[in-house]
């Protein structure tokens, strides 16, 4: 995520009787160092120390419609202007304290003491926060303040959010129930609900030659496209152009879809392979209309940049240490293993066309689930590395080695009853993800 994106309010707070003099020279150094790292700063470096001047800033940070609010314990304060300013704004809040040179001699900052007062206030009247203690030099704050900054962003973002769910979770998959109200309430996404025969009405109108122009530009992609039954694979692709155009229509962040039987006993084609290009364009989908799974694809989607893939974990091998991640055909192509071509391929239990087939390529990735298991949303985190390796079954498959071993992650997922889907993105964003369970009341499921 591009920082210049991020709009962090700043808000240094000090008290008069106190060496102002120090307090604003580590107040620029903080302001260099996070206007060095590309964050768009709000507010100016001018110490607020008194109510007035809160109230002054307050105005300045609403208009300005902050990501978060950055809070520098300039000198020791109270904890009344940093209460006055988090019932004020709605961004995450970060508590920023300096360490002092102890030499002898007077105690010119009192920082830490600051910050002490103001966390247990906000404890207090029930307001999250995170805090920092180090030097504006400090590599390790900059990469607290990134992680922070990146979660304020991705919680502000989904309170825009609109997910798109297109027909009802298959009977027996709990697992992709959605909860509407929960999810507006506590992560402020709207899922708009819709129904497959308009959708179906829409996928057969798509333009032919637009279908010929996708077909033309996997003909080049996938090994043995031609192959594939015409009629079939052109339902999929015209399924594929309909989604593009009604996320754009509805102006929807992700899809999750009724992917069977319909698509298979309706359309005579599988969804696979449009889901598949449509999360490979940054526009996340999942089948069996899980909610969960598109949000959580979305999230890491935005942490990383880049395609995310929502997969099942089908095997697990306790000797080798190792999991098998598979789903039927739908995996972004750009997550294929560059040694390997891409395949067009039947649904291996409907034998219906279009599904992308290979293996995942190898690297580092981030494990996550938007999960509902108890009935209240927690945020399952965990990390891994991708095994090159051969596919394991037909479609799109992986092997991974968790960071916890197989044996635990099999045991968690079974004694948690966690869902079936887990989405994974390359990179390593597992404290990215902490961070913005801490902001969203999350608890967090260390997988």
């Not at 007077?106 to 995170?130: K, V």
């Not at 030659?209 to 043995?224: I, N, R, S, Y």
């Not at 390796?389 to 080695?401: K, Q, V, Y």
Request: aromatic letters at 6%.
């Amino acid at each position: 995520m591009n920082p210049s994106n991020i709009r962090i309010g700043f808000l240094p707070i000090a008290r008069p009787t106190f060496d102002l003099d120090l307090a604003r020279g580590l107040t620029a150094q903080v302001f260099a160092a996070v206007a060095d790292a590309g964050y768009s700063l709000v507010g100016s470096q001018d110490l607020i120390m008194d109510g007035a001047a809160v109230e002054a800033r307050i105005a300045e940070l609403a208009a300005a419609e902050i990501d978060m609010a950055l809070v520098l314990q300039a000198s020791f304060a109270d904890s009344t202007m940093v209460l006055q300013l988090a019932e004020a704004l709605e961004a995450p809040l970060l508590l920023w304290a300096l360490p002092e040179a102890q030499v002898g001699g007077r105690l010119r900052i009192n920082s830490f003491c600051g910050i002490n007062l103001a966390g247990h206030g906000l404890r207090r009247a029930g307001i999250t926060y995170d805090y920092i203690y180090a030097e504006p030099s400090d590599e390790t704050a900059r990469e607290k303040l990134r992680n922070f900054a990146i979660a304020a962003r991705i919680k502000r973002r989904l309170a825009t959010v609109r997910i798109g769910r297109l027909g009802e979770n298959p009977d027996g998959f709990d697992t992709c129930r959605v909860n509407h109200a929960a999810l507006k309430s506590q992560l402020g996404v709207q899922v708009a609900q819709f129904e497959l025969d308009a959708f179906f009405a829409a996928a057969r109108a798509a333009d032919p030659l637009k279908v010929a122009a996708v077909a033309g530009e996997l003909h080049e992609t996938l090994a043995g496209f031609d192959a594939m039954d015409r009629t079939a694979t052109n339902g999929t692709l015209g399924a594929y152009l309909a989604l593009d155009a009604f996320v754009r229509e509805e102006n929807l962040s992700g899809m999750a879809l009724r992917c069977w039987p319909e698509f298979f006993t309706d359309l005579g084609c599988s969804a696979c392979g449009a889901l598949s290009l449509l999360s490979d364009a940054l526009t996340p989908c999942s089948c069996e209309a899980d909610v969960n799974g598109t949000i959580t694809q979305l999230i890491l989607q935005w942490i990383s940049g880049e395609p995310v893939f929502g997969s099942d974990i089908v095997a697990f091998d306790i000797e080798a240490d190792e999991a098998t991640l598979w789903h039927c055909g739908l995996a972004p192509l750009s997550m294929a293993d560059p040694d390997v071509q891409p395949e067009a391929t039947i649904h291996s239990n409907r034998e219906k066309p279009l599904l992308m087939q290979f293996p995942l390529k190898p690297g580092r990735v981030t494990v996550a689930r938007l999960s509902e298991a108890t009935g209240e949303f927690r945020l399952v985190i965990g990390g891994g590395e991708i095994l090159k390796a051969p596919p394991a079954f037909t479609g799109t498959s992986g092997r991974i080695r968790f960071d916890s071993g197989a044996e635990a992650v099999m045991d968690m997922i079974m004694c948690e009853g966690l869902e079936h889907h887990i989405s994974i993105a390359y990179g390593d964003h597992q404290a990215v993800l902490e961070a913005l369970a801490r902001q969203l009341a999350l608890p967090v499921l260390g997988l």
